[in-house]
């Protein structure tokens, strides 16, 4: 079987099979599960899909909680780093359901750590997830949203997705190339009546920020010359999550919106301070903006940074 090819044939697929049937990547925590949830909620056939089978019990157990039936969200395992995994998962959700309508790529990991500190083994890790990943399921989802002649792709980027930071270069770069993915995509599907839609949030509280912060190993060695510089980079991150006001559910009610607007935007910024963000690198001269955006911070975490690398 090649790669890009259905594991059903699409040709079967009924014009009123999949309308409301939407697969979400990732389903196993944060912003993956929130959306899964309220899109359920939102009377959407769900597919949650997660990479370890170990996570199932506790989406079913959000799922009762808010009076979700397992009819609306079902879980099905699915490795981003795997074809054949993607081939089958996809079989299961096309077999039952009939089709898809919205694919919402949201799977992936996180890497946190300075250039010279994190492995080959690493950059590849997140590659394989963040990007081959989302593009081998778009590519199997895509000949059934193409027979149905109906259905929308949605990618969760980031503001990191247009704004690159300090420790952060691999995981942005990473959704600096879902961006320009996704843009290209939504050019090539509008010729078949088709979407493809960015979501960018800013930072937000999930697991992510504790037992996923996916700190590569060489920046928590103390002999790197960025040691103190990352960790007060840390820090700084540390607080602006802590008063963070975005919350999981912004995104998930943002992806609901991207799913079924009758016109919808290309990007969809969730967060004040994202939007923010990008406002301003759009408006400002570029050196304007570096001072104002990363001059703070840069003095700050190169007086605290030093007094770390010195204990």
């Not at 259905?6 to 014009?15: C, E, M």
């Not at 010729?191 to 996916?214: C, H, Q, S, Y």
């Not at 007086?303 to 770390?308: D, F, H, I, P, T």
């Amino acid at each position: 079987m090649s790669a890009t090819a259905p594991v059903s044939s699409p040709a079967r697929v009924r014009a009123d099979d999949g309308a409301r049937t939407v697969i979400v990547t990732g389903a196993g925590t944060g912003l993956g599960l929130e959306t899964a949830l309220h899109l359920a909620g939102q009377g959407m056939r769900v597919y949650a899909t997660v990479r370890n089978p170990a996570q199932e019990p506790r989406i079913r157990e959000a799922a009762r909680e808010r009076g979700i039936d397992r009819a609306d969200l079902d879980v099905v395992r699915l490795d981003l780093t795997d074809r054949e995994s993607i081939e089958t998962a996809l079989e299961h959700v096309v077999g039952e359901a009939g089709g898809v309508y919205g694919l919402v790529n949201n799977g992936g990991i996180g890497l946190r750590g300075c250039l010279e500190d994190v492995t080959d083994e690493e950059i590849r890790a997140v590659f394989e997830a963040n990007i081959f990943g989302t593009i081998a399921v778009t590519q199997a989802v895509l000949p059934h949203m193409r027979a149905a002649g109906r259905g929308r792709v949605v990618t969760i980027t980031s503001v990191g997705g247009r704004i690159s930071t300090f420790g952060l270069g691999v995981y942005c770069a990473s959704k600096f190339a879902q961006e320009g993915l996704s843009e290209a995509l939504a050019l090539e599907l509008k010729l078949f009546g088709l979407e493809a839609i960015m979501v960018e949030p800013g930072i937000i509280k999930t697991e992510r920020w504790d037992e996923n912060r996916g700190v590569a190993a060489g920046a928590t060695d103390p002999a790197s010359p960025y040691y103190g510089y990352f960790n007060a980079a840390e820090e700084v991150a540390d607080r602006i999550v802590a008063r963070s006001h975005t919350t999981p559910e912004d995104v998930a009610r943002t992806v609901h919106e991207a799913l079924t607007a009758r016109r919808p935007r290309m990007r969809y910024v969730v967060g004040r301070p994202a939007a923010a963000a990008i406002a301003l690198r759009r408006y400002l001269p570029a050196r304007a903006f570096e001072r104002l955006y990363w001059g703070p911070f840069l003095r700050h975490i190169r007086k605290r940074g030093a007094a770390l690398q010195r204990r």
